[in-house]
């Protein structure tokens, strides 16, 4: 089964510009969370869809949006971007909601410049 | 009260050695517990996981042991090797109304020396 798959896998980008990253989950798995990972800040929540509704969120500012397919697939894009926003940016798919096993692709590693 | 804490951030260990790494959380409706190991260009991978009603869980070389009044947990890697060079996160999530949300600790980067 192919694993979770992050495109583009790496970005860079201008102040003030946005960005959206991509997400194919595992083959029939529903649900796909986000990730920002930094070395200062660790590994940080963004949001989680299910079924395409947005089931939780992160404390993110609004700049910072997703959404999730019909086919489970899901995007999450970044508008108006900071230095901050610098980070490795992780997507994971599990089954279900509540089975807490994630799987997590790769990432999109994103510079802002 | 959503944290985790993890201890130490980074740890040499000789080869053969035991490796152990430390967590502890204050949110007493969290109900899963799990270990991701992460190497250099990866993402994280679930390495094993534990939920609260037991006190310990073993894998292979890798175990946790749970302490539920402490509200604590942690890794402990039998027999180290080379390999096993990579960052450690330990987390923590509950599944409340539908929404399930992963807090991970700050990440333990383990050496091991041959």
């Known amino acids: 089964k192919a694993g979770v798959t992050q495109t583009p896998r790496y970005l860079i980008k201008t102040r003030g510009q946005q960005v959206t990253l991509s997400c194919s989950p595992i083959?029939?798995?529903?649900?796909v969370s986000w990730y920002q990972q930094t070395p200062g800040q660790g590994l940080q929540f963004l949001f989680e869809?299910?079924?395409?509704?947005?089931?939780n969120k992160g404390n993110f500012p609004g700049r910072f949006s997703g959404r999730q397919f019909s086919n489970s697939r899901s995007e999450m894009n970044v508008s108006t971007l900071e230095l901050g926003d610098s980070a490795l940016y992780l997507c994971?798919?599990?089954?279900?909601?509540?089975?807490?096993?994630?799987?997590f692709g790769e990432g999109s590693r994103l510079t802002v410049l | 009260q959503q944290q985790v804490k993890q201890s130490p951030q980074s740890l040499i260990v000789q080869k053969g050695g035991i490796s152990i790494i430390n967590c502890a959380y204050e949110?007493?409706?969290?109900?899963?517990f799990p270990w991701y190991q992460q190497f250099p260009g990866k993402g994280p991978a679930l390495l094993i996981a534990i939920r609260p009603d037991v006190s310990e869980k073993k894998e292979g070389r890798f175990t946790i042991s749970f302490n539920k009044s402490a509200k604590q947990f942690s890794l402990h890697i039998m027999d180290s090797q080379p390999g096993d060079s990579a960052t450690y996160f330990c987390?923590?999530?509950?599944?409340?109304?539908?929404?399930?949300?992963?807090?991970f600790g700050q990440g333990t980067r383990l050496t091991i020396n041959p």
């Open positions: 949110n007493t409706a969290f109900d899963y």
């Open positions: 994971a798919s599990s089954p279900n909601l509540g089975t807490g096993e994630l799987f």
């Open positions: 083959s029939g798995h529903r649900s």
């Open positions: 869809y299910f079924s395409e509704t947005q089931r």
């Open positions: 987390a923590a999530s509950n599944y409340i109304q539908g929404a399930q949300k992963l807090v």
